[in-house]
């Protein structure tokens, strides 16, 4: 006997009724971003590694899914480097592509690309899948959408606000409470200097943004591993541990960083944005928090990360400033920010929460039964002046027992069933029943149609 076919771990199918939660999501986030003056793009499932590899840095170099080479890819292996299995140097040899990390590090090709055919400051939004060779968990996955909006061509911080007043925006409309925090990378650079570890910058940004998964202790021995000196671990305890208000902790930031011209050009930024914040009536609970690293070393500014309060689950939207990514591909001096909502994540939210629309999760309104060749004719009539009115429809496609037909409507969680019969068609009219309250009635087209919209 063959065994049940499977799907890669770290990946998910989508049903139906799933899927139309998932469009709600999209669809929320998209209209969201329209109303903010963003316009979408696509970018290819794959791009030339050489696009992808040392923009996540070493680790996220590492979770890249290669292609390999069509053919016989090991044609332009080095014979030498397969006996010592010296992996990277295959994998130059035998791979040119890979599956996209993220939509940050594509958009930023695409930008340097299409640089003549687009406008500046550029708004784009885009709703694509990534991959990542990541260890399967729960909120964890190999294959996940991203909904990233960025601005590029614009140094303001008004650009960071607006981002931020679609993050309240669209998580209002879900109805998930979160907490967005905030941070700067030149904050982080500040206490790298101030510490006396200023070359260590991405080392301590990749440990201390594990802070919340490993704890304190597990971060301060990976810090101590990475060559940090025990004063340099030391000295950075109290500032990981600043408390109070986030008034509070920006006057303390300035004073402890003083002596550092990054760092205190960190602060001001901060300042500056928490400052218009107290202006925008944002709804959701915002909090600097000096943790927040985030790991990926394009970000050179603000950094945000949003986590869900009523549910345990990681980052469930993040993003940044980046002041030098379109630099990589031969084109200075464009800064950008954006943000990404972790799809996949929020749909894992608001199925634990029940915060799904039921409008907005219903697909068939109306199923019409059948109960013969003549009465399917005159269905099919009637569905078509319900599909001009946007009213979804559907006709049981075989002529059997009632029961079955209705148990059908029933497991699909239908609202409606029209009954048509020799005296509907002699009447002109259609028999509706209520497939909740168990009520049946008799209405004209025009009557059904003012009734469903």
């Not at 301590?204 to 810090?223: M, Q, W």
């Not at 029940?354 to 059948?370: C, G, H, M, R």
């Amino acid at each position: 006997m063959s065994s049940k076919p499977s799907i890669p771990k770290g990946t998910r199918d989508f049903l139906p009724d799933e899927m139309a939660k998932r469009n709600y999501i999209f669809d929320t986030i998209k209209k969201v971003y329209a109303l903010y003056g963003f316009k979408q793009i696509e970018t290819p499932a794959m791009e030339n590694l050489s696009t992808l590899m040392g923009k996540y840095g070493e680790e996220g170099d590492k979770l890249l899914f290669k292609i390999l080479n069509s053919g016989n890819f090991l044609d332009n292996a080095d014979e030498d480097d397969l006996k010592t299995k010296n992996s990277v140097k295959v994998i130059s040899k035998i791979s040119e592509k890979g599956l996209r990390y993220d939509l940050t590090v594509p958009f930023a090709r695409f930008v340097v690309q299409y640089r003549d055919q687009i406008k500046f400051p550029f708004r784009r939004f885009q709703i694509q899948p990534v991959w990542r060779a990541d260890r399967p968990q729960k909120g964890r996955y190999r294959e996940f959408y991203q909904c990233d909006a960025d601005i590029v061509g614009s140094d303001s911080l008004l650009n960071e606000l607006e981002l931020l007043q679609i993050i309240d925006e669209v998580f209002t409309k879900f109805g998930i409470n979160v907490c967005i925090k905030l941070n700067n990378r030149k904050v982080l650079a500040g206490i790298a200097e101030v510490i006396g570890a200023p070359e260590k910058i991405v080392d301590i940004t990749v440990a201390i943004d594990k802070i919340d998964k490993v704890g304190l202790d597990n971060v301060n021995a990976e810090l101590a591993a990475k060559g940090l000196s025990v004063d340099s671990v030391n000295r950075i305890q109290p500032i990981l541990a600043l408390k109070g208000d986030n008034a509070s902790k920006i006057n303390d930031l300035r004073k402890i960083l003083n002596s550092s011209e990054i760092g205190s050009k960190g602060v001001e930024e901060l300042e500056t944005l928490f400052n218009m914040l107290s202006e925008s009536s944002i709804r959701c609970e915002i909090e600097l928090d000096l943790t927040l690293a985030r790991g990926l070393n394009y970000y050179t500014g603000t950094i945000i990360e949003v986590k869900s309060k009523d549910v345990q689950i990681g980052s469930i939207t993040g993003g940044g400033r980046y002041d030098n990514l379109t630099g990589v591909f031969g084109m200075d001096g464009v800064s950008g920010v954006g943000i990404s909502f972790g799809a996949d994540r929020i749909y894992d939210v608001l199925n634990q929460l029940d915060l799904y629309p039921k409008s907005e999760t219903a697909s068939t309104q109306v199923i019409f039964l059948n109960f013969g060749a003549k009465e399917a004719l005159y269905s099919l009539k009637c569905m078509k002046a319900l599909r001009a009115a946007d009213i979804a429809c559907e006709i049981y496609p075989d002529s059997v027992k009632f029961k079955k037909q209705m148990g059908y409507a029933d497991e699909c969680g239908i609202p409606y069933v029209a009954i048509i019969g020799e005296t509907e068609i002699a009447d002109n009219l259609i028999s509706l029943k209520n497939m909740k309250s168990g009520e049946q009635e008799k209405l004209s087209i025009e009557a059904l149609i003012a009734k469903l919209v």
